[in-house]
């Protein structure tokens, strides 16, 4: 584990509710959470428009490429900053670390609120 990567205690609430403010964020802690492994970057953008489902195959690949800029430019190198996840740049490699369960409840929060 990098310096960077603090443990959960040493994570801010502020912190954590900036990270769980994006949608894109929350979808991509929920599917590590519920996979227990190193996800490739592919399968988090194929999450991602599988949450949004977009019509059409152009509106498909734009939101693709979208995801991908906006994972790879911003959604992941905060969240590994902040050492709730490790991004690996050279492999596209996505691994929860430990403070990713400070997410867990706000997690379980949103999901049954949306389901209302």
Do not use: W
């Not at 929920?30 to 996979?35: D, G």
């Not at 428009?49 to 734009?62: A, I, Y």
């Amino acid at each position: 584990m990098d310096d960077k990567h603090l443990e959960p205690n040493d994570i801010s609430i502020d912190t954590l509710i900036t990270v769980l403010s994006n949608e894109h964020r929350r979808i991509i802690l929920a599917y590590l959470l519920q996979e227990n492994d190193p996800a490739l970057l592919e399968e988090l953008i194929d999450c991602i428009v599988r949450e949004f489902q977009p019509d059409g195959e152009v509106r498909q690949n734009e939101l693709r490429t979208f995801t991908a800029l906006k994972l790879q430019h911003v959604h992941l190198p905060l969240m590994d900053d902040v050492g709730i996840i490790e991004y690996d740049t050279g492999l596209k490699t996505v691994e929860g670390m430990d403070a990713i369960e400070l997410a867990k409840p706000y997690l379980e929060f949103v999901r049954q609120n949306n389901s209302k």
